[in-house]
Every structure is written in C-alpha cells, then in structure tokens.
C-alpha cells in the first residue's frame, strides 16, 4: 500500500544532542510537510516543500533545519533540541494543492 | 486568509447516540475543506473531503458532513457513534491553490458505554 513512513517512531534524546528524524513516502508527491504537535493542540506548520523548494515557517526556530535528498524522503534535523521540542512530529505528503496524508509520527521526548 | 472555528473542544455522547461536530471556516478563495480523525499517539487520518463537487460528502466509518456556503459551515455527522470513534477530530480549511492549510483547534470525542 503506499503509504508515508516515519521512525522511528519514539526517539528519546538529551538536551542539546543533535537528533534527526526521518521521513519516507511511497506515494510519488511532490509536497512534503513537516509538523510539531504538542499535546492537546492542532498540528503547527514547521517548514514544507514544493519539489525541491523550501518554504519555512516564519516562527519556525532557526533550531529546525529540514532536508530533502530526492522526491521520496525527507529529513527534520534539530540542531540543539530543548525542553520545549518535546512534542509529536508529523509529516504530511500531497500531491499539488489536494488532500494531505500524513505519516504515524514521531515521539520526541527530551531528557 | 482563512480560519477555521471548531465550537466545541469536546464533545461527549453515548454509544449508539448521534454524532455532530461542528465546523466553521473563512475563506478568501473557493475552499477545500477536509475533516481528520486523530487516535492517540497516531497520525492523522483523513475521514472525508470536499473540493467543489457535491456538497454531501461521505467519508470513512460512517461519517459524512454538509459543505453549507450560506452558513460558511462543514459540519461532522454519524447517526450512531461505536466506542471506537473516541479520538480527537480537525477540520481543516485549504484555499483553492495553495498547498498549505488552517486547521481547526480540535474537538475531542468520547464516547460513553
């Protein structure tokens, strides 16, 4: 089934290390987002792609890096991850300007 | 610019009882609206859409919802709720064209035995 993959699906880091997170689809689109969900709240834009254009959030923190190698995969590195990054991590795929399918999520947590 | 209202932050109703969750939106151009279901510690799941055609849409598990362009509204309906419809649920606004989309705060359902 093509589907949006995500893992791990529980990452636990330090503070401050250095974590990336991981994200894959089989649906061959050409918009990929990433998310932060924090508990109890709506899901809050981080950065996307358009192809191989980057498009970041305004108050997204300069803390969030994204890459994107090729059409498939994307990546969300956080440089020095505090307290407060501890949340849900949702990545969302569409085609064009239609519907977003999202993958599992990751579960950051920060000790 | 959009927004989206969703009136209520939960909702509670027993199990084989009706199910509405409301919706409203704003839009400067012609919107697509979508409504997500969210269980714990998953993703998203979309249960159904508009874009334009009927304004009658059926989704997954039973759910459907009415696009009301004179009310500006995109209410969730399911005549009976099952035990497993207990979950957050997002209604989400996208502007005809754009990629990105406003989603509603979320309203949570539970479902009483």
């Known amino acids: 089934d093509a589907m949006v993959i995500q893992n791990p699906r529980y990452q636990v880091t330090q503070f401050g290390k250095p974590v990336t997170l991981s994200c894959s689809q089989t649906l061959n689109h050409n918009v990929m987002y990433w998310y932060q969900q924090k508990s109890s709240q709506a899901p809050k834009l981080l950065f996307h792609y358009y192809d191989k254009d980057f498009n970041n959030e305004a108050d997204t923190p300069d803390n969030f890096q994204s890459r994107r190698p090729n059409t498939s995969f994307c990546f969300l590195d956080i440089r020095s991850p505090g307290l407060g990054d501890a949340a849900m991590y949702l990545c969302?795929?569409?085609?064009?300007?239609?519907?977003?399918?999202f993958g599992p999520g990751t579960r950051l947590t920060v000790t | 610019a959009q927004s989206v209202t969703q009136l209520d932050s939960h909702v509670s109703v027993s199990e084989g009882t009706p199910v509405l969750l409301r919706c409203n939106y704003s839009s400067s151009y012609s919107p697509s609206l979508f409504w997500y279901v969210q269980h714990p510690n998953k993703g998203l799941q979309l249960l159904l859409k508009?874009?334009?055609?009927?304004?009658l849409v059926k989704g997954i598990n039973g759910f459907e919802a009415e696009f009301k362009k004179s009310e500006t509204s995109f209410h969730l309906t399911k005549p009976s709720a099952h035990m497993s419809d207990a979950a957050e649920y997002f209604c989400v606004v996208k502007p005809g064209g754009y990629q990105k989309v406003t989603f509603g705060i979320g309203t949570k359902l539970q479902v009483i035995p």
């Open positions: 969302a795929t569409s085609s064009g300007s239609y519907e977003q399918y």
């Open positions: 508009y874009t334009s055609a009927a304004t």
